[in-house]
């Protein structure tokens, strides 16, 4: 069959079945824009993780007036609680794994605090003596923060030892779950765009069976009775699969480099050539969906 | 051309078959009339002789086919070489008489400039020239059935299948389609036509073949619609 007249076929089933094509288009563009967002969080994720955790330090806390009695028996960290931390970081045995550290003491703790949580009520209340007077470490490798809790865990004067990223692994949990619940959900949409497809193409068959019967008759292969139909699937989704790559593209140059990355300066945000890369892949999968979708579909419906 | 060995087809649900050995030899430039009352068979053969439907034994060969071994995918090439007319005309009525003739060229992938020759050709050989651009329901009965023979003959078919052609139509309509008919075979292609029409059966005085409850019960070479001596 000719090329201009089969897309001429295409053409007039696409507007026999205008309003199944304008819900294909819709299903597959939010379900796709959905697929897209998740998979672009999910590089966020994997960005930030790189970029927070070679910046996470270990925290040693030393004991204040206010600690609890079970990690604090003896009370406010001395003199020479503080001298045998130091002493200990520059040991040997941990030297080699620390890049560098510093002392923070209350002083200075406080006006972190305040500059922190600046307009929120518990600035006010807070007082320099209830906040801990902490080593703050950099290791050079985050993953072997364990060495710097076994040797202070347990270390009269120190309240505790914590490692930032167990913060961290908390933020990256909630948006993991985020980033999974919309591609569950984008899951099933794309189940029922399938679905959606599959009977509209039959629909788009049923409606020209006379035609079918006639170029069944004449002789007209499989393959050129077949085409138009999955064609036409393909063109629907495929609208609705570059409509979806739009919204992501925007979202990211308007939402996330314009707006998220203004306002958290410090942040690496997912750029344009993230989407560059998700783009063509959502097209590729709306089009193949789609392409399975009417053939099958349309091989059910027309048993030579 | 066409050659049918005890051939049987039984439906699902019926315990008598369609059709019961028959067995049926037409040559190249025959012209055979198909009788017997509805359900004699002459529909089950029409099918097996367009590999709409496979028998369930014997052999059917057609144009040099075997058909009951032809695989799916070549049935559509088979079909090229045949041309169909049935009752109901099957046109579309959305396309032109000239649209409807084109477009059995077209899904079978002809040149455009072939279909600009063939077209008008073998509707000026029709009658209907005049009438290219007018939509099936602008036509009468007659002429509409003009059209599908235009379209099944377009491709020069060696095997023209006709199945109750005048079905539909007045006796004076269906005298323009036999002449028709006729012409096409004295151009040189086989017809096949199955009827209920005795008075065209008896006027053309053609090959009879008359089927009853499956089996065939006359082959008679210029014969009427009856039986001998009845007609």
Redesign the interface.
């Known amino acids: ?2 090329l201009g ?1 089969m897309l001429s076929e295409v053409g007039q089933g696409l507007k026999r079945n205008l309003a199944m094509v304008v819900s294909i288009i819709l299903v597959t563009f939010i379900s796709l824009t959905f697929v897209g967002t998740a998979s672009l969080l999910q590089l966020q994720i994997g960005q930030m993780k790189n970029y927070w955790y070679e910046r996470a330090q270990v925290a040693v806390y030393l004991c204040t007036e206010v600690s609890p009695e079970a990690a604090c028996p003896r009370g406010a960290a001395t003199e020479e609680v503080k001298a045998e931390v130091k002493q200990r970081l520059e040991s040997t045995t941990l030297a080699p794994f620390i890049e560098e550290y510093y002392f923070e003491d209350q002083q200075q703790a406080f006006a972190n605090f305040q500059e922190q949580f600046a307009g929120n009520a518990v600035a006010q209340y807070v007082k320099p003596e209830q906040l801990n007077e902490t080593f703050w470490v950099n290791l050079y490798d985050p993953n072997q923060s364990p060495i710097l809790t076994e040797s202070f865990t347990g270390l009269s004067g120190v309240e505790e030892v914590r490692d930032q990223r167990s913060y961290l692994d908390q933020i990256f949990t909630i948006l993991n779950t985020a980033s999974l619940v919309a591609i569950s959900i984008a899951s099933l949409m794309l189940v029922s765009s399938v679905l959606l497809i599959s009977t509209t193409i039959r629909l788009s068959a049923f409606s020209r069976r ?2 079918l ?10 393959f ?2 077949q085409l138009p139909f999955i064609l036409e699937g393909v063109v629907a989704a495929l609208i609705g699969s570059v409509l979806a790559g739009l919204t992501v593209l925007v979202l990211i140059q308007f939402f996330v480099q314009g707006f998220l990355a203004e306002s958290l300066p410090f942040t690496s945000f997912v750029g344009l050539s993230d989407g560059m890369l998700v783009v063509p892949l959502l097209i590729a999968a709306g089009v193949l969906l789609a392409a399975v979708a009417s053939g099958l579909a349309i091989r059910r419906y027309l048993k ?1 | 051309m066409i050659s049918l060995q005890k051939v049987t087809k039984k439906y699902k649900g019926t315990p008598r078959p369609a059709l019961d050995q028959v067995s049926l030899e037409i040559d190249k430039g025959e012209f055979v009339f198909l009788v017997g009352s509805s359900g004699s068979g002459k529909s089950s053969l029409m099918r097996l002789m367009l590999r709409e439907d496979v028998p369930n034994s014997g052999s059917v060969h057609v144009l040099g086919e075997n058909l009951v071994g032809l695989p799916a995918r070549r049935v559509p090439f088979f079909r090229r070489k045949l041309g169909v007319v049935f009752q109901d005309f099957r046109l579309l009525p959305n396309k032109t008489v000239s649209e409807n003739v084109a477009f059995s060229l077209q899904v079978i992938g002809k040149s455009e400039g072939f279909i600009q020759q063939a077209v008008p050709d073998v509707l000026g050989m029709v009658g209907l020239g005049e009438k290219a651009d007018r939509l099936p329901n602008e036509l009468s009965g007659g002429e509409q059935q003009r059209v599908a023979l235009a379209r099944a003959i377009v491709n020069k078919p060696a095997i023209l299948l006709a199945d109750e052609p005048t079905g539909n139509l007045d006796p004076t309509t269906s005298e323009g389609i036999m002449s028709l008919l006729n012409s096409i075979n004295l151009a040189g292609t086989t017809v096949v036509m199955a009827t209920h029409d005795f008075s065209i059966v008896d006027r053309m005085k053609k090959r009879v073949v008359e089927l009853s409850h499956g089996q065939v019960v006359r082959d008679q070479v210029s014969g009427g619609y009856g039986v001998k001596g009845q007609a």
């Not at chain 1, 019967?213 to 499989?222: F, K, P, Y």
Request: proline share 0%; aromatic share 6%; glycine share 12%.
């Open positions: 069959m000719r007249f006379r035609e019967g006639i170029m069944r008759l004449v002789g007209a292969s499989n050129s009775i030579i």
